[in-house]
């Protein structure tokens, strides 16, 4: 008995027939110079999936290509970074080398300025750790001539006294500690009293009676009736006066940079000095003229320093 072909397969066999059929027509009809009707249809199909690839493959490729130029831009801006570091250190130690030239040769100005004083300059290597106490070490001891009390100066004015001294270092005394002090004198009235530390950044004026006159902005000078400094070194200036029971409260502010010590010039004779007069003391003369007579309408005042 022959079988009957069903309604769907009849169909299914009738479209291969048509594509069948449409494939041949398709590899026999050419259209002009783009070749065969089939080969036309294979490229139309499969140019979508290239475009598709090409630009897949192209998208990696740059991620790529970015990532490594990005991870050698990282190492390019590192090694910057590094080199800027060290050229702002270069140029700070640079800055400090500068500073320190300036400040040796201001010292060597002084010097120069007074051959005629015997004197050492000394580089400040260590200060005191606490606040009751204000001292200084210095690389200069026995053997470079320091003695105990030996008076201690910077071109700017007094620092203070040796008080220890060992084989190649010595211990200085600062003017603000409350055991320092020095004889001074009031340029423009002339009075004569101590000047001692209190422990603080200022110096403190003593024995100054309500009834003297002493104005803010003068100038204060060693006195040398401490026998320890010479005359007419700067001591500071008069920062502010208030009036007290029995003595006037003046603070001053010292002349000499004692919170900024590098180097010091430690005097090894009493030996008047001359001074400048931007901003210091007036000049006391020639280190061979003899000192001023004291006033004698000025008032007598105590002359006595802390030890």
């Known amino acids: 008995m022959v079988a009957i072909p069903s309604k769907h397969k009849s169909l299914s066999l009738l479209a291969v027939v048509l594509i069948a059929q449409l494939l041949l027509l398709a590899v026999q009809i050419k259209r002009d110079s783009h070749g065969r009707l089939i080969r036309v249809w294979a490229i139309t199909a499969v140019s979508p999936f290239e475009r598709s690839g090409a630009w897949g493959f192209d998208r990696v490729r740059g991620v790529w290509r970015h990532y490594f130029a990005l991870l050698s831009t990282s190492r390019e801006n590192e090694a910057l970074r590094v080199e800027n570091d060290a050229l702002k250190l ?35 290597i260590g200060a005191s750790a606490g606040t009751a106490s204000r001292t200084v070490e210095i690389d200069r001891g026995e053997r470079d001539g320091i003695r105990r009390d030996m008076p201690v100066i910077t071109p700017d004015g007094a620092v203070g006294k040796v008080i220890e001294v ?10 603000t500690d409350k055991d320092g002090g020095a004889g001074a004198l009031l340029i423009e009235s002339r009075i004569q009293s101590p000047v001692v530390g209190t422990g603080e950044p200022l110096l403190s004026m003593k024995y100054v009676a309500n009834d003297d006159k002493v104005n803010v902005g003068e100038q204060v000078v060693t006195s040398g009736m401490d026998k320890i400094f010479p005359r007419d070194i700067p001591v500071g200036i008069v920062q502010e006066i ?12 010292p002349a000499a940079k004692l919170n900024r010590l590098e180097a010091v010039i430690v005097l090894l004779a009493q030996q008047p000095l001359e001074f400048a007069k931007d901003g210091h003391a007036p000049s006391s003369g020639s280190s061979s003229s003899p000192a001023p007579a004291a006033d004698p309408s000025a008032p007598k005042s105590p002359a006595i320093v802390k030890p």
């Open 90 to 124: 270069a140029i700070a130690q640079l800055q400090g080398k500068a500073v320190e030239a300036d400040r040796l040769a201001e010292l060597l100005n002084f010097r120069n300025s007074h051959k005629d004083v015997p004197m050492v300059g000394a580089r400040v």
């Open 166 to 175: 060992y084989r190649d270092n010595a211990q200085v005394l600062l003017l």
């Open 242 to 253: 208030k009036p007290g029971i029995p003595f006037k409260t003046i603070l001053l502010r």
